[in-house]
């Protein structure tokens, strides 16, 4: 598997690709980051990253380095690196190195990161994560690099044998996967979680919003409590690298099963067609 690393703009050997341990983003997890899709030489939905990117840096208090259009075409340039048809990129934004610990303060660092990849076909299996997620917190609409309760959630689904876990908030509302956004499917209408639920401002969710309405879906926006949510008749989750993949089994006080339905392939039909296409 060929994988490109390349910091500040320029490529590095993948073992040569360093941080200094005076960064702020290891010593307090300060900073960004966004994983996107690449097909061929395309980065899909490159622009609203880079805007979420931006948003992310007014609220954490983090300049970034470059302009956005420069982080566009490092961007850009780097998946033209990497020869696979499909493609995953990392892009982290660190905080630079701390005057506190390092004696003086450096400008952030931007890390990219293109590896080959192979878009998942399979269903996916949720179990519930014990953690609850503080719902009006503005961190959980954007990408930071303090994650510790998504990663400890989804190394206890791996655990189990499960494919990643579901996030509730503290007001007992399903919020999101670990690693996803999800919807859900009832009676022919289509829902998800609104962002003040705790849940990522995910660009697959965006724009499977759109293509719903613009189709003649019925969608809505609502917190649902948990035992509500698998009362559903469709699941699936949405992500820039999954793009959507149905949910066939959440694990809560006992297991819960369902279909893929019409819905959720009538989605995905629409989703690629939108991605692969332009359509």
Same mark, same amino acid.
């Given at each position: 598997?060929?994988?490109?690393?390349?910091?500040?703009?320029?490529?590095?050997?993948?073992?040569?690709?360093?941080?200094?341990?005076?960064?702020?983003?290891?010593?307090?997890?300060?900073?960004?980051?966004?994983? !996107?899709?690449?097909?061929?030489?395309?980065?899909?939905?490159? @622009?609203?990253? #880079?805007?979420?990117?931006?948003?992310?840096?007014?609220? +954490?208090? *983090?300049? #970034?380095?470059?302009?956005?259009?420069? !982080?566009?075409?490092?961007?850009?340039?780097?998946?033209?690196?990497?020869?696979?048809?499909?493609?995953?990129?990392?892009?982290?934004?660190?905080?630079?190195?701390?005057?506190?610990?390092?004696?003086?303060?450096?400008?952030?660092?931007?890390?990219?990161?293109? /590896?080959?990849?192979?878009?998942?076909?399979?269903?996916?299996?949720?179990?519930?994560?014990?953690?609850?997620?503080?719902?009006?917190?503005?961190?959980?609409?954007?990408?930071?690099?303090?994650?510790?309760?998504?990663?400890?959630?989804?190394?206890?689904?791996?655990?189990?044998?499960? @494919? @990643?876990?579901? *996030?509730?908030?503290?007001?007992?509302?399903?919020?999101?996967?670990?690693?996803?956004?999800?919807?859900?499917?009832?009676?022919?209408? #289509?829902?998800?979680?609104?962002?003040?639920?705790?849940?990522?401002?995910?660009?697959?969710?965006?724009?499977?919003?759109?293509?719903?309405?613009?189709?003649?879906?019925?969608?809505?926006?609502?917190?649902?409590?948990?035992? @509500?949510?698998?009362?559903?008749?469709?699941?699936?989750?949405?992500?820039?690298?999954?793009? +959507?993949?149905?949910?066939? /089994?959440?694990?809560?006080?006992?297991?819960?099963?369902?279909?893929?339905?019409?819905? /959720?392939?009538?989605?995905?039909?629409?989703?690629?067609?939108?991605?692969?296409?332009?359509?």
């Amino acid at each position: 598997m060929r994988i490109n690393c390349f910091i500040d703009g320029r490529e590095v050997a993948g073992n040569r690709a360093k941080i200094s341990v005076f960064d702020n983003s290891l010593f307090y997890a300060d900073g960004l980051f966004e994983t !996107l899709l690449a097909i061929d030489k395309r980065v899909v939905f490159l @622009d609203g990253h #880079l805007k979420r990117l931006e948003k992310g840096a007014r609220l +954490i208090g *983090l300049r #970034l380095p470059v302009s956005l259009p420069t !982080l566009k075409r490092w961007i850009i340039s780097a998946a033209k690196k990497n020869p696979a048809p499909i493609k995953k990129i990392r892009l982290t934004v660190t905080a630079g190195e701390t005057a506190f610990w390092a004696g003086k303060a450096t400008k952030p660092k931007v890390i990219i990161i293109v /590896t080959e990849y192979a878009l998942p076909e399979r269903t996916y299996r949720l179990t519930v994560s014990p953690f609850r997620i503080i719902e009006n917190s503005p961190f959980r609409n954007v990408k930071t690099l303090s994650f510790v309760i998504e990663m400890t959630s989804r190394k206890r689904a791996y655990k189990s044998k499960y @494919d @990643d876990a579901l *996030l509730v908030n503290r007001a007992g509302f399903v919020a999101e996967a670990t690693s996803a956004n999800i919807f859900w499917v009832k009676k022919g209408k #289509l829902y998800t979680p609104p962002l003040n639920a705790g849940c990522l401002e995910g660009m697959t969710r965006r724009h499977i919003l759109a293509l719903a309405r613009k189709n003649g879906m019925p969608v809505y926006e609502k917190n649902i409590r948990l035992e @509500d949510f698998l009362k559903g008749d469709e699941i699936f989750i949405t992500s820039s690298l999954k793009l +959507i993949l149905p949910v066939t /089994t959440v694990k809560s006080d006992k297991i819960f099963r369902f279909q893929v339905g019409t819905v /959720t392939t009538r989605l995905q039909e629409l989703l690629k067609n939108l991605i692969f296409t332009g359509g």
